[in-house]
Structures are given as structure tokens and as C-alpha cells.
């Protein structure tokens, strides 16, 4: 029997069930904050688009999600390298088969992870606001939650061979990621990178001589409301996690805690001072991102610093999070309404650098901190040059069967009239932009 099969004591479970039963705010705050920063005739879509790809996303992992994924300890396809143990993949039973629903921390985990992957499907939605069909969002939804998500959730948190860096190669104590900043937030970002590339600007965002055009979002009142929503799920997301797979007491949860808040705090006064700097006025939308991208940053280190680094961790994601905007929009011509690949795929790559730089790892086996840094910047490299080209070739393929890009009327008419056939306004007259068209 392994540790993973063994029932936890009932104080640890009901703590850790209350953490995991916090998490759907997470997703509730994400879906309003990618609604409120798109065009209000798309609203009622993006919100139902939020609600499908979390159900399809839970659905497929249970279907095949976690047999690939699986846990440390359990089956797994391994071959070697130098004489060291190279674990690719899960070797678990479809459907969830096989695993004691007995309280075990595998059961534990298991309903975090049904939650975990849908925040993670949740993440392109906001890149791909006001013209990505429903279709296409939760077949793009299925190859993510069954087999990119659970692929690198395998080599992190399933005994892959990132977790293995510290044992085999001396690298600390391997690749550490204890809330998510990697297989939820950068996986995340990195889809939504390609989801943008694949469909391209909206209409009207950019003029012929190639300059961007400010598309405000319709709701700034859902999108602060979110950032709320939003930290009451990452105080959930970032306790459950530690004390899963990193093993933290749950004791260190109340550290968890306030490193949580005061990175998030701490982002948003960075990106308040720095729009108010550049712009002469603090940006709501912005700082609502700085908001979200200091959580974000929180989770790879958030149970092994202490709250003297989280402010500093927060403090610079808030000032990454304007200029990659900036830099994205206008000088790549990635359109980005709701800010996820500068929010979720750079603060949490940030959020790994910081883990490599300023944590002190304890719990899992290894080398010390020694090589840490090392460790953390193999999954990065791992991120950016294995997990983004396998995800932009899969919706790449989906799109070459079914074009994933809503019509020009869609588009034009506006997504909720065009595939609901009713507004989420139905009182009000949403805005047209046509006459921005060329």
C-alpha cells in the first residue's frame, strides 16, 4: 500500500476539503473577469462558454485525464537514461478505476484535480473572447484537459521527471510547484498564446498601418468583483495544494495565507503606480490583471517563502504584467482581451524563477537548494519549448478540421445573438462598432 492509498486523519481531511471546496471561486472570478473585459454582446456566451469547458474539462479527465496524470508512487511508464529512471506517463485504468475512495490523499487529489483542470480550460477563454465558437473552445478544451494538462501534471506532481530532478541529477529537490503556478497557470497561458495566434485579432482591433485601437471591456464592476472571487479561490488552491503535493503541515497553511494576499496586494499597488506613472491615472483593467498576475505568481513558491519575498514576488509581477501587455498588443499583434497570457502564462513563469531564487524548499527529497534554480529553469525550458508547440500543433490540427473562428456576421452581430440567439442585456442596447470596421 502506498502513502497515497493511506487515509489521512480526519482533522487534515476536512481542512483540506474546506481548502479544495474554495477553488471554484477561482474559476467563478476568472469566467466574470474574462466576461467583463470583453464586449458586452458576448457576454451571456462567455459566460455559458466558462461553464461548458468546465464541465467538459472535468469530464475528459475523468474519462482519460488522470490515467495519464496518475500519482507518485502508482504505475507508470518508465524507461532509463545513464542508468537513471526517465518516468514519461501514468500507466492508471480509465474512468477513475482502482483508486479507494477512503479519504486516501490519491481520493483527495483527485478532487482537486477535477477543479484544477478546469480553472486551467477556463484560462484561453479570455484570449479568444468575442469570437471563439462554444464548439471549438470545448473541443480545444477536450485535447487540453486529456492529455496536454495531465501530460505535464504527470512529470510535476505524478513522480514524472521533473519531480525526479533532485533525486537522479542533484538539481534541489527537483521541479517544485506547489499551487499550480506551472501545470494550471502556464499550461493555461500558453494555450491561450496559441488559441490568439491560431484565431487572430478581432475586427477593428488593429488599423491597416498595423495599429492597435483600445476595445475597453464593457463591465469594470465584474471585473473587480472577480479579483475578490478570485482570492478567496486562490487561498483554497494554493493550502490544498501545498499540503498535496508538497507535503506542508497544516499549520504552514496560515503562511500559505498571507503570502497569497500580499502578493496579490502588492501587484496591484505596482501596476496602480506604474499606469498612473505612464498614463497620468491608474488603469482599473490593468491593475485587475496586476491583481490576478500577483495570485498567480503566489502559487509555484507560496508555501516556502517568506511574507517579506511574496511582497517582492507580487511587487514585480505587477510591473511584468503592464509591459507585456503593452508588448504583446502592440508590438506582436497578439490580441489579448482578457490579459491571460501576460497573467497567466508570464507571472507564472515568473512565479517558477521566484521559486528557484527566493524559496527554501522543504519536504520533498533532494539535493538541498542546491541547483534549485537549475531545477526550476528545466521546467520553464520544458514549458516553452515542449508544452507550447505540442499545444499550438493541436489546435492548429483542430482548427484545420473545423475552423475554431466564429464569421464575420458572428463576429459582427455579436457572439450571444449569433450562437445563443439572446443578449445578456436584454434591456439595454450593447454597443456596435462597426463603423471601426474597414
Sequence with gaps: MTPLSVPVSSSSFALCILFILLVPFAGAGLALLNTGLGRSRSAAHAMLASLCVVAVAGVVYCVCGYSWQGFAGRPAHVFAISGRPWNWLAAEPFFLRGIDWNGSVAALTIVLQLLSVGLAALIPLGAGADRWRLGASCASTVLLAGWTYPLFAHWVWGGGWLAQLGVNYGLGHGFVDAG?????????????????????????????????????????????????????????????GAMLFAGVEPGRTVLIAVNTILAAASATLATAAVTRA???????????????????????????????????????AGILVVFSVELLELRLGVDDPGGSVSVHGLGGIWGLLAAGIVARVSGPTGSGDVGQFEAQLVGIATLVGFVLPLTYALNWALNRVSPQRVSVEGE????????????????????????LQR
Design 180 to 240: 499550480g503556478a506551472s501545470c494550471i497557470q502556464v499550461v493555461g497561458g500558453l494555450t491561450a498564446l496559441s488559441i490568439a495566434w491560431i484565431l487572430g485579432p478581432r475586427r477593428g482591433k488593429y488599423s491597416p498601418e498595423g495599429m492597435p485601437a483600445a476595445i475597453p471591456g464593457h463591465n469594470a464592476v465584474l471585473v473587480l468583483f472577480a479579483c475578490v472571487l478570485m482570492l478567496v479561490g486562490w487561498l483554497g488552491l494554493n493550502s490544498a
Design 278 to 316: 505612464r498614463f497620468g491615472k491608474p488603469d482599473a483593467s490593468l491593475c485587475a490583471n496586476g491583481w490576478v498576475c500577483g495570485l498567480v505568481s503566489s502559487s509555484a513558491a507560496c508555501a516556502f517563502i517568506q511574507p517579506a519575498a511574496a511582497i517582492i514576488v507580487g511587487f514585480v
Design 412 to 435: 459582427r452581430q455579436g457572439m450571444d445573438l449569433y450562437e445563443l440567439g439572446a443578449g445578456a442585456y436584454p434591456d439595454f442596447v450593447s454597443h456596435n462598432d462597426d463603423l
